[in-house]
T-cell receptor
Framework: GQNIDQPTEMTATEGAIVQINCTYQ??????LFWYQQHAGEAPTFLSY??LDGLEEKGRFSSFLSRSKGYSYLLLKELQMKDSASYLC??????????WGAGTKLIIKP | GAVVSQHPSWVICKSGTSVKIECRSL??????MFWYRQFPKQSLMLMAT?????????EQGVEKDKFLINHASLTLSTLTVTSAHPEDSSFYIC??????????????FGSGTRLTVV
């Protein structure tokens, strides 16, 4: 079956750095997405990785290792507004998005 | 950028009634629209995939007669929850990809509809 694992909840301090991990086992791979979702709102796109390596976009970076079925989202200089759920999703061989359960990130002052 | 307009944002209805949720792609043609449901503290669950001009493809366990999907044009897809019950209360979200751009990453989400059945 297809499976995506990410921690349920993480807590970090304002101004610090946090890494949210995601491991996946899917039928085929056409890329991995990270989305941010605030409570009661729709997900918003953060990043898309299809090749191995690190992609940096401002305070957010995303890493992918296809051989390990592993990705992480790195958030730097955390701000209170970063408190949200972070969803990992994989595009499988049928170009269908398989979603992880999401990681709730709590930022403390 | 691509925008998907979804409404209503929230709706409260009585048990047994039907509710229609609309999603419109504002500046692109949404050949395919994805409909998701999300229960509190859970991830998105794909309900069905609708293609313009054809019948929707429903995921296992989703009742097609209860969740009616119509995708009559390239810019409009609707989800109707028929004979709604309290257990249908959830957050419903649509998503589409602008295939014309060739950018595989351009999945755009509607703003979601919070349905509460009382």
């Amino acid at each position: 079956g297809q499976n995506i694992d990410q921690p349920t909840e993480m807590t970090a301090t304002e101004g610090a750095i946090v890494q949210i991990n995601c491991t996946y086992q899917t039928s085929g791979f056409n890329g991995l997405f990270w989305y941010q979702q605030h409570a009661g709102e729709a997900p918003t796109f953060l990043s898309y990785n299809v090749l191995d390596g690190l992609e940096e976009k401002g305070r957010f970076s995303s890493f992918l290792s296809r051989s390990k079925g592993y990705s992480y989202l790195l958030l730097k200089e955390l701000q209170m507004k970063d408190s949200a759920s972070y969803l990992c999703a994989v595009l499988d061989s049928n170009y269908q998005l398989i979603w992880g359960a999401g990681t709730k990130l709590i930022i403390k002052p | 950028g691509a925008v998907v307009s979804q409404h209503p944002s929230w709706v409260i209805c009585k048990s047994g009634t039907s509710v229609k949720i609309e999603c419109r792609s504002l500046d692109f043609q949404a050949t395919t629209m994805f409909w998701y449901r999300q229960f509190p503290k859970q991830s998105l669950m794909l309900m069905a995939t609708s293609n313009e001009g054809s019948k929707a493809t429903y995921e296992q366990g989703v009742e097609k007669d209860k969740f009616l999907i119509n995708h009559a044009s390239l810019t409009l897809s609707t989800l109707t929850v028929t004979s709604a019950h309290p257990e249908d209360s959830s957050f419903y979200i649509c998503s589409a990809r602008d295939y014309q751009t060739g950018d595989i990453a351009r999945y755009t989400f509607g703003s979601g509809t919070r349905l509460t059945v009382v």
